[in-house]
């Protein structure tokens, strides 16, 4: 029998271990699985490397994680936030380090990685800092640049729905990284609003087969980090 | 300058505006024409900003503002929209500048400043891959130096990408011989734009003045 239901948000993200290499899944505060990042901040696995888009804004969600110094290396593309501190203080302190990546080439990295293709060829960043001491080659004429694709020990992902099986639908433009993320985590965690049997999600609209899905844990009424953040919430 | 970008859009177009000053081209779209939004971080058929105070907050655009979703629209995965973008499936992006090279290359994600926090976004993947790369930027900065220049001194987001630029004082392409003038703003002379333009400018016999 399948069923990737775990009972909390603890439970759920018990056995990450210091060091681990996590992707967290949102765009600004689109999609960013809020309750699994504070089960991660009480569960208190340091040394890790976070794989996100963004760096989180306030001191909530992914924000708090780097606070509270759990975070030593971030791969994302846009680390600036114009209402958060915490990434730069502890980026210019030497704390946490940086490895910059081009929007379009860190989804594709991911989507390779959980694809099974070790590395591919792209354009994007022929000529720029970002592409410095990488292989290249003119391919039909064009040149490019030598991209790796990513994996991760874990994927913490935020869905709408999700049957037991780990079948997701997700939310609007929440999606955004979930999808590729769940494909490249080794275990991929899924926070939904909904859980259902199987059966009753529309195949035709699964968006991420439960193939990917390791772990389901229900959170009914998610956080949005603008709101704690306008109420000047900081975790823990 | 929105305003005349927008005149330029054709009719049907899948178009990507940059966050900040390209975002107010959608304002000026001349009526009769239907062009498609995309925002990179998911959705095609981007409609305008809910009223204050509305709107939900996983529905967002790449600024992270609040956006609606018009009839037709589709939400879809970070690989899928790059590839859209990288693809060559948009017809035209509409992006900030820092500097813009007689050549084409676009500086406009780092000033390089040793203390800076580096952020890039979608930028190296929009100019790598849309089909028409439009800019619209001041003509010069804040203190009076030519961001249209002979070579980029700030770190680049693309190498000979850019189509044309739209400044406050005249519509400028990038042509293989360099940097020629299409059109000047009201009120503006081609001295002056010959002035304030960091890189030679060729001038065609004709040049005509917007409204």
């Not at chain 1, 529309?202 to 439960?210: L, N, Q």
């Not at chain 2, 107010?24 to 239907?34: N, Q, S, T």
């Not at chain 2, 040793?114 to 930028?123: E, L, R, T």
């Not at chain 2, 010069?140 to 990408?161: F, N, S, W």
Request: net charge negative.
């Amino acid at each position: 029998m399948i069923d990737t239901r775990v009972a909390s948000v603890a439970e759920a993200v018990a056995d990450v271990p210091d060091g681990a290499t996590v992707m967290i899944g949102g765009f600004g505060e689109a999609g960013s699985p809020i309750e699994l990042i504070h089960a991660l901040i009480d569960q208190g696995a340091s040394g890790l490397t976070v794989i996100s888009n963004n760096c989180g804004s306030g001191e909530v969600g992914l924000a708090a994680l780097i606070k509270a110094r759990r975070v030593v290396r971030m791969v994302c593309s846009f680390p600036r936030t114009a209402n958060s501190t915490v990434f730069p203080e502890l980026y210019r302190e030497g704390f946490t380090a940086l490895e910059l990546v081009p929007q379009g080439t860190l989804a594709e990295r991911i989507r390779a990685g959980g694809a099974g293709i070790p590395a591919f060829f792209t354009p994007t960043g022929v000529g720029t800092p970002l592409a410095e001491g990488k292989e290249h080659r003119t391919i039909d004429g064009r040149e490019c640049v030598l991209e790796h694709g990513l994996t991760a020990d874990y994927a913490l992902i935020k869905a709408r729905a999700a049957d037991a099986h780990g079948n997701l639908l997700y939310n609007k433009t929440a999606r955004n990284f979930a999808p590729v993320m769940a494909m490249a985590g080794r275990t991929t965690i899924v926070q939904a609003a909904e859980v259902v049997e199987p059966g009753e999600l529309d195949p035709e609209a699964v968006v991420t087969p439960g193939i990917f899905v390791d772990r389901v844990v229900h959170v009914p009424s998610p956080a949005h980090e603008s709101e704690l953040v306008a109420a000047g919430a900081s975790y823990p | 300058m929105a305003r005349r970008v927008a005149e330029d859009i054709p009719d049907g177009a899948y178009v990507n505006l940059g966050i900040g000053i390209p975002e107010l081209v959608a304002r000026f779209v001349p009526e009769g024409r239907e062009l498609v939004y995309h925002t990179e971080n998911g959705l095609l058929g981007m409609g305008p900003s809910p009223e204050a105070g509305g709107g939900e907050p996983e529905l967002i655009n790449a600024g992270k503002r609040r956006v609606t979703a018009l009839p037709g629209a589709s939400y879809f995965h970070q690989s899928d929209s790059f590839a859209m973008i990288r693809g060559g499936h948009l017809d035209l992006c509409v992006l900030g500048a820092l500097q813009v090279s007689r050549t084409g290359d676009l500086a406009n994600w780092s000033t390089g400043a040793p203390d800076a926090i580096p952020a890039v976004g979608g930028a190296m993947d929009l100019v790598a891959g849309v089909k028409r790369v439009f800019v619209i930027t001041q003509h010069c900065t804040k203190d009076g130096e030519p961001k249209l220049v002979e070579t980029c001194t700030y770190p680049l987001t693309g190498r000979g990408v850019v189509d044309r630029v739209y400044t406050d004082l005249a519509v400028i392409d990038v042509a293989p011989e360099g940097f020629r003038l299409v059109e000047l703003a009201p009120g503006v002379d081609v001295d002056l734009v010959l002035e304030r333009t960091g890189a030679p400018l060729h001038v065609p016999a004709e040049v005509t003045t917007g409204a």
